[in-house]
C-alpha cells in the first residue's frame, strides 16, 4: 500500500494538514492525533473521487528530509 506524506501546521488554536501529492485535498483538527486521522480519511474520499471520475490515482512522489541550520 502506497505511504503518502503530509504536511501538518499547528495554528494558534487547531491543526491543519495537506498532502503534496494530491492538491486540494486538506484537514483540519484539535489536535495532532485528530488531523492525521482527519487528512487519512480525506485522501481516502479524495481517492475514491478520482476513481469514480475515471482519473488515475497520483503515485507518491515527493519523500521528506530535514535540514539543521
Partial sequence: MPRYPIVIEHG???YSAYAPDAPGC???GATRDDVTKRMTEA???HFEA???DG???PEPGISDTYVEI
Avoid: E, G, T, Y
Fill in 26 to 28: 486538506v484537514a483540519a
Fill in 12 to 14: 494558534p488554536n487547531s
Fill in 43 to 45: 485522501l481516502k474520499l
Fill in 55 to 57: 482519473q488515475s490515482i
Fill in 50 to 52: 478520482l476513481r469514480a
